[in-house]
């Protein structure tokens, strides 16, 4: 049972151009967000996340937007530039009176081309 | 972000023997250890989750007995593959965590490969 599904294995974007990251959840229990960006053979490094009491946050080029009644995030980056290319995982959690699991989407593949 | 180190960040070993992986959180002191795995192309799985001085609990599927982990302090966690097997090379991730911490960072990561 996935709770965390990125239905987009890859995405292209040109160069300057917005990438637009799509993830979908299914447990109506999860109220804090992140996107994870993952090089080969390295850990994922943390982007930008978001409580589910908020429906926008931005930080620099990343900003992230919740939608709770369709269970859906996206992580918009722009401009799009080619360090940019890597796997970006969604992830999501449910707080409780101790530290949480996070549970990961597949991730999505982004290419930025020049 | 919090400093997670891992060692070692890569290992190649013979299919039998054991394999230890130690993560230390190096800035914080972590009440709580999360140990993921990744298959290529596969997304992080959480194999574990360990409260320092606590057992681990162990996520379905994953043989407690096989993959052994260790929180004896609060800035350092062990996982321990033993009996290793050609399917057991895989990406080990730990990430440790403090209670009610929002965002989770994630160590370097133990590539294993049993031949």
């Known amino acids: 049972d996935q709770q965390v599904k990125q239905n987009s294995p890859s995405l292209s974007v040109q160069e300057g151009r917005i990438s637009i990251l799509n993830c979908d959840y299914t447990?109506?229990?999860?109220?804090?967000f992140l996107w994870y960006k993952k090089y080969p053979a390295e850990g994922p490094t943390f982007l930008i996340s978001?409580?589910?009491?908020?429906d926008k946050n931005e930080d620099g080029r990343f900003t992230v937007f919740l939608n709770k009644s369709a269970k859906h995030l996206s992580l918009h980056i722009v401009p799009s530039q080619p360090g940019d290319s890597a796997v970006y995982f969604c992830?999501?959690?449910?707080?409780?009176?101790?530290?949480?699991?996070?549970?990961f989407g597949s991730g999505t593949r982004l290419s930025i081309r020049p | 972000g919090a400093v997670v180190s891992q060692h070692p960040s890569w290992v190649i070993c013979k299919s039998g023997t054991s394999v230890k992986i130690e993560c230390r959180s190096l800035?914080?002191?972590?009440?709580?250890m999360f140990w993921y795995r990744q298959f290529p192309k596969q997304s992080l799985m959480l194999m574990a989750t360990?409260?320092?001085?606590?057992?681990?609990?162990?996520e379905q599927g994953v043989e407690k007995d096989k993959f052994l982990i260790n929180h004896a302090s609060l800035t350092l966690s062990t996982l321990t593959v033993t009996s290793a097997h050609p399917e057991d090379s895989s990406f080990y991730i730990c990430?440790?965590?403090?209670?009610?911490?929002?965002?989770?960072?994630f160590g370097p990561g133990t590539r294993l490969l049993v031949l």
């Open positions: 360990s409260n320092e001085g606590s057992k681990a609990t162990y």
């Open positions: 800035d914080f002191q972590a009440t709580t």
């Open positions: 978001i409580s589910s009491i908020k």
């Open positions: 447990n109506s229990m999860f109220d804090y």
């Open positions: 990430s440790p965590a403090q209670w009610d911490q929002e965002t989770q960072y």
């Open positions: 992830a999501a959690r449910r707080r409780n009176s101790s530290a949480s699991k996070i549970i």
